[in-house]
């Protein structure tokens, strides 16, 4: 059996002691025994109830290639603390690149946005320490979703959250302010859809794209004809200068929704902007023609000069 393991803090060539026995990142000495001593006995063969030889010889592997060498690491407070001190720095690089991080588990998504990380990504920890080994076999896979969550948590620990490229922000930073989403609407019994929606302006107006795309992509797989999800997304494309792609939402939004505010408001500025670069007033697309690629030819200069030039109709 492959111990080989490629998700979270180990695609960064760092081997995550903490992930192998499943405990947060800022546990202490008494924390970790207490841990290993759970994991030992479930492994080792003369305490294990585990009857056939190929599950002893996978339980030998994972408890003297990954269990005791982890312990060995985070049990003397000398090494663990030089060892954390590793982890912060490295949270604080990634948390620099966060543009450039795709996470692949959904509770690692969940803990970029939280608002009570600590809280959320303790739960999660522990909740996946009651199945860890239980299912010798797929251990690897369970330490590579611990291992995403700490990468998460180191992140948010070092005081970023997914966020936006350098690129885009550069691309916008000499031009007029993009537009606010809208605010959100008032409390009531939300759907999962309407939360997906709610979570994503916020993303928006914090200037965290990534997340916020990914709510919204969430939002249109379980109701494709939203428009108003359509008008988000059409937002979220604009606030990253990619002025094609806001128009076929807006399309989308009205075709679907004659009366949605936020198309009717901004569409016509997205096509006012796009015609000027053309030489045309307006351009017309096919509902059912292919996404453009993303236009980024107009420069740093009147892109968003042109489209909030004007008097707000």
Same mark, same amino acid.
């Given at each position: 059996?492959?111990?080989?393991?490629?998700?979270?803090?180990?695609?960064?060539?760092?081997?995550?002691?903490?992930?192998?026995?499943? =405990?947060?990142?800022?546990?202490?000495?008494?924390? =970790?025994?207490?841990?290993?001593?759970?994991?030992?006995?479930?492994?080792?063969?003369?305490?294990?109830?585990?009857?056939?030889? $190929?599950? *002893?010889?996978?339980?030998?592997?994972?408890?003297?290639?990954?269990?005791? $060498?982890?312990?060995?690491?985070?049990?003397?407070?000398?090494?663990?603390?030089?060892?954390?001190?590793?982890?912060?720095?490295?949270?604080?690089?990634?948390?620099?690149?966060?543009?450039?991080?795709?996470?692949?588990?959904?509770?690692?998504?969940?803990?970029?946005?939280?608002?009570? =990380?600590?809280?959320?990504?303790?739960?999660?920890?522990?909740?996946?320490?009651?199945?860890?080994?239980?299912?010798?076999?797929?251990?690897?896979?369970?330490?590579?979703?611990?291992?995403?969550?700490?990468?998460?948590?180191?992140?948010?620990?070092?005081? *970023?959250?997914?966020?936006?490229?350098?690129?885009?922000?550069?691309?916008?930073?000499?031009?007029?302010?993009?537009?606010?989403?809208?605010?959100?609407?008032?409390?009531?019994?939300?759907?999962?859809?309407?939360?997906?929606?709610?979570?994503?302006?916020?993303?928006?107006?914090?200037?965290?794209?990534?997340?916020?795309?990914?709510?919204?992509?969430?939002?249109?797989?379980?109701?494709?004809?939203?428009?108003?999800?359509?008008?988000?997304?059409?937002?979220?494309?604009?606030?990253?200068?990619?002025?094609?792609?806001?128009?076929?939402?807006?399309?989308?939004?009205?075709?679907?929704?004659?009366?949605?505010?936020?198309?009717?408001?901004?569409?016509?500025? =997205?096509?006012?902007?796009?015609?000027?670069?053309?030489?045309?007033?307006?351009?017309?697309?096919?509902?059912?023609?292919?996404?453009?690629?993303?236009?980024?030819?107009?420069?740093? #200069?009147?892109?968003?000069?042109?489209?909030? #030039?004007?008097?707000?109709?």
């Amino acid at each position: 059996m492959s111990l080989k393991i490629d998700g979270g803090l180990f695609k960064y060539e760092i081997i995550d002691y903490h992930a192998v026995l499943c =405990v947060p990142v800022d546990a202490d000495a008494k924390e =970790v025994r207490k841990r290993y001593l759970k994991i030992a006995r479930r492994l080792h063969p003369d305490s294990s109830a585990i009857a056939n030889s $190929p599950e *002893k010889d996978i339980a030998n592997d994972l408890l003297s290639k990954l269990v005791n $060498p982890a312990y060995e690491k985070l049990s003397v407070e000398r090494n663990r603390a030089e060892y954390t001190l590793v982890l912060s720095q490295i949270g604080k690089r990634l948390a620099q690149e966060s543009a450039q991080i795709e996470l692949s588990t959904e509770a690692a998504k969940q803990l970029a946005i939280a608002p009570n =990380v600590d809280l959320l990504y303790k739960n999660a920890i522990a909740k996946i320490a009651e199945t860890q080994f239980n299912q010798l076999k797929q251990v690897p896979q369970f330490i590579a979703q611990i291992s995403e969550l700490n990468l998460v948590y180191l992140m948010r620990r070092a005081g *970023k959250i997914m966020t936006t490229s350098p690129v885009v922000q550069a691309a916008t930073s000499t031009t007029a302010p993009p537009p606010p989403p809208p605010p959100p609407s008032p409390p009531k019994e939300d759907s999962v859809v309407e939360q997906y929606l709610r979570r994503a302006q916020t993303l928006i107006k914090n200037n965290q794209f990534v997340p916020a795309k990914v709510e919204l992509q969430d939002a249109l797989k379980l109701e494709p004809k939203n428009s108003r999800a359509h008008s988000l997304m059409a937002i979220l494309y604009m606030r990253q200068n990619q002025l094609k792609m806001a128009r076929i939402h807006f399309d989308n939004a009205l075709k679907l929704d004659p009366h949605d505010p936020i198309a009717l408001e901004w569409k016509p500025k =997205v096509d006012k902007v796009l015609g000027t670069q053309s030489g045309t007033t307006q351009v017309k697309k096919s509902a059912d023609s292919e996404d453009p690629q993303p236009d980024n030819s107009s420069g740093n #200069g009147g892109l968003f000069g042109g489209l909030f #030039g004007g008097k707000k109709k």
